[in-house]
């Protein structure tokens, strides 16, 4: 094994104290917030750990754009706070990328949040809703055909297990899929892959956690 110089060990040491204050926050803040830390030294493979993986990305995969930017430029800003982001799948996010430079002023790594703003507007409905005082006539439309109605009601069901859809176990797959087809949601057309997407897991897994 090629001896690693003082800079490389260094930056070693830098990166594996990222990672325990990644976990740290990660505990803290699950399941709502994703905390990733960059390897922007590999950028081919800059993710080198997640916290609450809510994007669905995985441990080496390249840097975003923003990691390439910081590689190329070192005057780039080093915070960025409460930008407006979306995962893959749509889903609203609020993300802070914080560089962190080594002795020489270069960028070596970088550390991300990325919080799921879709869970948090269910509560805030919820919380609305449970501080309505006087008598309230409610009427209640559900459009089955609405992809976003379904995803509302998945992050409903996860929300009130304090999780993301995607740290669902099958168990609790189960209890919503149920759900789910009592309401009739299973009857729309793409909705199997709506869930499976919004889920993290494949058709396959959905058909294998319930006959449908």
Known sequence: MKKQTPEQQANQALLSQLE?????????????????????????????????????????????????????DPEYPQVLANYANRFADGRRAKSTSIGIKDAQGRYVAALCMNVDLNLFGQMQSMLAQFCQTGSVDITETLDPTNADTLREHIDKFSASR?????????????????????????????????????LGVSRATLYNDVKF
Request: proline fraction near 4%; glycine fraction near 6%; aromatic fraction near 4%.
């Open 20 to 72: 325990q204050i990644a976990k740290g926050i990660g505990e803290t803040f699950a399941p709502f917030c994703e905390v990733v830390v960059h390897d922007l030294l590999d950028p081919k493979h800059a993710i080198l750990s997640i916290q609450n993986n809510l994007s669905g990305r995985e441990i080496g995969a390249p840097a975003t754009e923003l990691g390439l930017a910081r590689i190329n």
């Open 162 to 198: 304090s999780k993301a859809p995607q740290a669902l176990k099958a168990e609790e797959r189960r209890q919503l899929l149920a759900e789910l087809k009592e309401a009739g949601y299973l009857e729309v057309r793409k909705a199997v892959s709506t869930i499976a997407q919004h």
